[in-house]
């Protein structure tokens, strides 16, 4: 098995220079969108934003989940949980129902509105950097650590490190670790992850579990419907047989 | 909002639909209450002519005239307005009787000649009910007692069964559009009384044409 | 020939009006793609489109297979006149719903992947299965009455004898369908409010999508009688409507159990813009037509009973809009408000529904009872011999 790749992002770090914000344009040929990269949002051409909270900043990209919910949502199969960590997207096989916008828990696919044969963009982890062993280009372009990458149990290991040689500096959590089931970018905070704009009421278990549970009885539907109509069926057609030749005798009595 | 919207677009097109039968005069072929069937009643004493008016023997040679239960189910609500005075002569085929329904007119055309000796006052502004009993239109003096052009009992109802297949025949024609007409009647004879009051004066006309006459 | 000139109706100057403007914005979809037609954002990536035309059409479509079930499975023949207009209406419905998915989907052209690339974990997947297999089902459903026009009585005699179990599949399949649609939103607990979120959703949609469909053939009938100036089937129709709202209220009642047990009742108790929203839903389309209908002489006054489909139908409009679009919160506090072209669109879908119905209702025995397998033997004989 191929190790787990994840980012780790630090806030407490972040200074906020926009490298990674610029990296990214660059490895995945985007262009221009803004040119103050902090008034920036997501976007069709943009994968990761930088955000400035009061004196925080933070970053927003993909957050690549273990589980992840825009996968199991697609009806043509069109993401992708690479065996690396990358959630990955094939234009080709998409239908454009953006069931995956609707559904993704932190926010993130966004859509070529104005194109005729529009896509849904977003990071993905520069899937053809790490296949090769390389680092993402946000992660390699960042100068002050804030964002890192490598294999995601060391990963944590670091987080957690962080957290325990720093204890003032950081709000105690590790986002990603259990947020519907975890995520391959993790995240650190100095102040609660809500005040950053992070999804903070997602449950522990991954979203596609709510909509196994549904789908898991549908043999037995199909089952059991059968069974219970082929049965009523026959059941009402017989009591109309014998209503019918019950009035048949009778008239012929009289 | 949106979802507001969206009710309201749907409401705002069912009342308008509403508002538009009433700006025309009609009223929604669901809302009548009664199918227009084939059961017929006519009495015994009475014939009938083939524009749907009906004579009746009363004292001194005179006859009674009226409108059958056929005109009430096709026009349905209806006003009678005869037109023409005590006293006035009226000619065979000549219009004598209005009948008005919704903002509509048909005339009835007089299956006799004779001197109109009554006209029945009661008829103002009342709504057709009992055609054969009190709403009866005017009473006749003929001028001939040759009344062997009019059927009786069996065979008026017989005719006027004729006549509501071939009226049904009519409305299927018309409720379709001009290049489907001639498609016979898809339901299985659903027609609901006043029937009539929903189509065109075109339609009216020829329906006076082809009944009334 | 004769050249034919149809009269200018009212409605008929509306539905042209209507189709104008839906084919401009038909041509602002194609060639400008979804920005230049509708107001969705990545913010708000379902619209009009998915929350009326899709969640709404099949959901009043719903109306086809209750009452097959009621004529077929539980062979109460009494309601066989309401059968085919039922079918026809949801074969319609089923049509229109891919026809508007053509418009909303980025890449209709890749319509078709969803049988070549499978996902079955995905609950949008199963929606597509269903609407293709229970519409080739409507298709069969419907197919008798275009055969029984041009007397293909050995084909006919075949396919009553297949009937009964392309019947049950199609029962089983709008049973899933049905539910399937409030499947899709049991993957967004965080971002519903929870008035409305319930992991009963697949099982309210089934509900209410009976209730409404119900009401729907009600309304259905009296549109029939408005366009062809024919009677309703007044007594049958007031006991499907009485069915219809008591499905509703068994609904409901689900509905206030699961409330009162996950504790989200509390979220009904403060008034703001989702407590109010949901009254109104449940007020018109449950309570006033359950109050309506369960008494004799609503149920059996025609304009009454008229008045209690349209409430029924406005209160699952409602509900369906909620679900999809009022109750989702927006990220970024941005709000979405249909497009002018959303919104033409759709009309113009429900145009064409109408006058294909008017179409086909004219040209084929649609309001006539289905015949007997024995009258199509029958005739069969008939025609042997006459040749
Ligand atoms: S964050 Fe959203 S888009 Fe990214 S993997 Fe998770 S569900 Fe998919
Ligand atoms: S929009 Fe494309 S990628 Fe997203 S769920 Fe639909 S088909 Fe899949
Ligand atoms: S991982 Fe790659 S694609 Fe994703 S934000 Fe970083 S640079 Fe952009």
Same mark, same amino acid.
């Given at each position: ?39 920036? /949002? ?25 589980? &992840? ?44 509105? *104005? ?27 960042? %100068? ?31 986002? =990603? ?28 278990? &991954? ?12 043999? =037995? ?5 059968? !069974?219970?109509?082929?049965? #009523? ?22 | #909002? ?49 524009? /749907? ?8 040679? #005179? ?18 307005? %005869? ?131 | ?11 008929? !100057?509306?539905? +042209? ?14 060639? =400008?793609?979804?920005?230049? *037609? ?6 708000? %990536?379902?619209?009009?489109? $998915?929350?009326?035309?899709?969640? +709404? ?9 209750? @009452?097959?079930?009621? !004529? /077929? ?13 039922? $079918? ?88 899933? /369908?049905? *539910? ?11 971002? #519903? ?5 319930? &992991? ?112 029924? @139908? ?74």
């Amino acid at each position: 098995m191929l190790k787990q790749k994840a980012i780790l992002f630090d806030a407490t770090l972040c200074v906020g220079c926009g490298e990674c914000y610029l990296a990214c344009k660059q490895a995945n040929d985007l262009p221009e969108t803004n040119t103050d990269f902090l008034k920036d /949002h997501l976007g069709a051409n943009t994968y990761t934003v930088v955000e400035q909270y009061e004196d925080v900043y933070t970053r927003k990209l993909c957050m690549h989940c273990v589980d &992840p919910t825009c996968v199991s949502v697609c009806p043509v199969g069109a993401f992708t949980k690479t065996e690396l960590g990358p959630v990955t997207y094939d234009e080709d096989k998409c239908l454009g129902c953006r069931y995956c916008m609707q559904a993704c828990p932190h926010h993130i696919p966004r859509y070529e509105w *104005s194109k005729v044969n529009p896509r849904v963009r977003k990071c993905i982890m520069c899937y053809d950097k790490i296949k090769n062993g390389e680092q993402t280009a946000c992660a390699e372009a960042c %100068p002050a650590e804030a964002t890192i990458f490598g294999n995601r149990d060391e990963i944590i290991e670091i987080a957690k490190q962080r957290l325990a040689e720093n204890p003032d500096s950081y709000y105690q959590h590790i986002y =990603g670790l259990e947020e519907a089931g975890g995520t391959n970018v993790l995240a650190l905070s100095p102040v609660p992850f809500d005040k950053l704009g992070f999804a903070t009421n997602l449950p522990k278990e &991954p979203l596609p579990t709510y909509t196994a549970k549904a789908l898991e009885k549908i043999p =037995g539907v199909v089952a059991g419907g059968g !069974v219970f109509l082929a049965a #009523m069926y026959w059941l009402t057609k017989r009591k109309n047989k014998i209503a019918e030749e019950e009035k048949q005798s009778n008239f012929t009595k009289e | #909002m949106v979802a507001l919207f969206v009710v309201l677009t749907f409401l705002f097109f069912i009342i308008l639909d509403l508002l538009v039968l009433k700006a025309q005069g009609k009223e929604h072929p669901a809302f009548a209450v009664k199918v227009f069937n084939k059961k017929f009643f006519f009495p015994k004493e009475s014939l009938i002519s083939t524009s /749907h008016i009906w004579l009746q023997k009363v004292q001194n040679g #005179m006859l009674k005239l009226g409108i059958d239960e056929f005109i009430l189910k096709a026009l349905g609500k209806l006003n009678l307005i %005869p037109m023409k005075n005590e006293g006035e002569f009226v000619n065979k085929g000549e219009p004598f009787l209005k009948a008005v329904f919704g903002n509509r007119t048909v005339l009835f055309r007089s299956p006799i000649e004779g001197k109109i000796n009554f006209v029945n006052k009661n008829l103002t502004n009342k709504v057709v009910n009992d055609c054969y009993g009190d709403d009866w239109a005017i009473m006749i003096e003929p001028k001939s007692n040759n009344l062997n052009d009019f059927k009786k009992s069996s065979e008026a109802i017989k005719w006027l069964h004729d006549e509501f297949n071939r009226f049904k025949d009519f409305i299927a024609a018309k409720s379709n559009e001009p290049e489907l007409a001639g498609v016979t009647l898809q339901d299985g004879g659903n027609i609901v009384e006043g029937v009539l009051r929903s189509f065109d004066d075109n339609t009216i006309k020829e329906f006076e044409e082809q009944f009334l006459l | 020939m004769k050249l034919i000139i149809p009269k200018i109706t009212f409605w008929r !100057v509306v539905a +042209v009006l209507i189709v104008i403007a839906g084919l401009y914005s038909t041509y602002l979809r194609l060639f =400008g793609g979804l920005s230049a *037609s509708t107001n969705l954002s990545d913010d708000f %990536p379902w619209g009009l489109w $998915i929350g009326f035309d899709i969640l +709404v059409g099949v959901g009043l479509a719903a109306g086809g297979f209750s @009452i097959c079930a009621i !004529v /077929h499975i539980f062979n109460i023949e009494k309601y066989k006149p309401l059968a085919r207009p039922a $079918i026809l209406t949801a074969f319609l419905g089923y049509l229109l719903v891919i026809f508007g998915l053509i418009y909303d989907l980025g890449k209709p052209y890749n319509i078709w992947h969803a049988i070549i690339y499978w996902n079955p974990r995905s609950v949008m997947f199963e929606v597509a299965w269903c609407v293709m297999l229970y519409t080739t089902v409507l298709f069969l459903e419907f197919i008798p009455v275009v055969l029984e026009k041009y007397r293909y009585y050995k084909i006919l005699n075949f396919m009553k004898k297949i009937g009964i179990p392309i019947m049950i599949v199609g029962i089983i399949l709008s049973t899933l /369908h049905q *539910s399937s649609l409030g499947s899709l939103f049991l993957i967004i607990p965080q971002k #519903m409010s929870q008035i409305w979120y319930s &992991p009963l959703l697949p099982v309210y949609f089934f509900i209410s999508a009976i209730g409404a469909g119900l009401s729907m053939v009600i309304f259905e009938a009296y549109l029939s009688a408005r366009a062809f100036n024919k009677g309703i089937e007044a007594e049958l129709l007031s006991r499907v409507g009485l069915i219809s709202v008591i499905v509703l209220m068994i609904g409901f009642v689900i509905k206030v159990i699961d409330l009162i047990v996950s504790g989200n009742f509390t979220l009904l108790l403060t008034i703001n813009n989702y407590s109010l929203l949901y009254y109104l839903e449940v007020l018109i389309g449950i309570f006033i037509p359950f109050g309506l209908l369960i008494q004799k002489t609503f149920r059996e006054n025609r304009r009454w009973l008229y008045a209690s489909a349209v409430m029924v @139908i406005a209160g699952f409009l409602l509900n369906r809009l909620n679900v999809s679009i009022s109750s989702i919160s927006p990220e970024t506090g941005v709000s979405y408000f249909p497009s002018v072209n959303e919104v033409s669109v759709t009309l113009m879908l429900i145009v064409i529904g109408l006058w294909s119905f008017k179409l086909i209702a004219k040209n084929f025995p649609v309001f006539t009872e289905e015949m007997h397998q024995e009258e199509y033997e029958a005739k069969l004989k008939e025609n042997t011999a006459t040749n």
